[in-house]
């Protein structure tokens, strides 16, 4: 049987982009862990970014937080161990809270990411409360509304020191200028950045 050369250049295509994202992944993780490499990684497909965070303690708590292609909700997987070896992966906001192929930024609180309707949204961990997030948590950055614009660059990052949390985004309600979401004392405030 023929096949399409179309469709052979697409496979081969899809395969090489699979290896070349499984040789980073890997690369990262040696990197963010300090872990020897190992030739097993893990196989999993993603539509968008990938962020990975290490619990600062020093056991070795690791989290992944992906789009797999396959479900269009952001997936968690973690681990205890060095290299990354997956003990656990859930869903952790559903396909109907997210953006098709949203950037993915990532603290050891949880991930922030850009909801359907481009509005900046979060999921985090609480001590005895569990996960929360989405657009039904009125203490979530979700309740800002504030709108990501039309590209995929978010950055975060959190002071263990003073519990504040920022994440940088492109405003898409403020003339496309780089904004902060800013959290402290479990309160969220959006600033414009100014040069």
């Known amino acids: 049987m023929l096949q399409d050369p179309n469709q052979q250049k697409s496979a081969s295509i899809s395969t090489n982009a699979f290896q070349s994202f499984s040789y980073l992944l890997n690369r990262l993780i ?20 990938v962020a990975i965070v290490q619990n600062p303690d020093g056991d070795g708590d690791s989290r992944i937080y992906s789009q797999p292609s396959s479900l269009g909700a952001i997936v968690e997987y973690a681990s205890t161990t060095i290299p990354f070896a997956i003990r656990d992966r859930r869903i952790l906001v559903p396909a109907n809270e997210t953006h098709q192929a949203t950037p993915i930024v990532a ?15 979060e999921y985090y961990y609480s001590q005895g409360a569990g996960w929360k997030g989405g657009s039904k948590c009125g203490e979530c950055l979700t309740s ?35 904004s902060e979401a800013v959290r402290r004392n479990g309160t969220w405030a959006v600033y414009s950045l100014r040069g």
């Open 30 to 49: 040696v990197f963010v862990t300090g872990a020897v490499s190992t030739p097993a990684v893990m196989p999993f497909v993603t539509q968008a970014s």
């Open 107 to 121: 603290t050891i609180l949880g991930p922030s990411f850009k909801e359907e309707n481009r509005v900046l949204s």
């Open 144 to 178: 800002l509304g504030v709108k990501v614009a039309d590209v995929n660059a978010l950055s975060a990052t959190i002071n263990l020191i003073d519990n504040i949390i920022e994440v940088v985004f492109v405003d898409a309600n403020n003339n496309r200028t780089l």
